[in-house]
């Protein structure tokens, strides 16, 4: 909640869960299909024209949670105080639960 801790944590903590998530866009084409389309493509830029762009990457995202730290001390309304101004204009009446 802060840049500047006034603490120093204890060893070990806080304990961190990442969770990391990889998605693949989805073809959704069988592979005669993916042939046929890739000859198709094939003829049309050996005839100067537009093709497709294909994305095979994918994507990596990644969460990161902190699940304990023993260094936890309650502050009543510390996120109210510290809440970026974006979602406070957005939000005036918002109340965390």
């Not at 003829?43 to 994918?58: A, H, I, M, N």
């Not at 990644?62 to 309650?74: I, K, L, T």
């Amino acid at each position: 909640m802060t840049s500047n801790p006034n603490f120093t944590p204890a060893s070990g903590s806080p304990t961190v869960e990442v969770n990391v998530r990889t998605t693949t866009p989805s073809m959704g084409n069988t592979l005669s299909e993916l042939r046929d389309e890739h000859e198709q493509q094939q003829r049309l830029s050996e005839e100067g024209k537009k093709t497709k762009t294909y994305e095979f990457g994918g994507v990596v995202s990644y969460e990161f949670d902190v699940v304990g730290c023993e260094s936890f001390v309650e502050d009543t309304g510390c996120w109210i105080r510290n809440m970026p101004d974006e979602i406070r204009v957005a939000n005036p009446e918002f109340v965390p639960t």
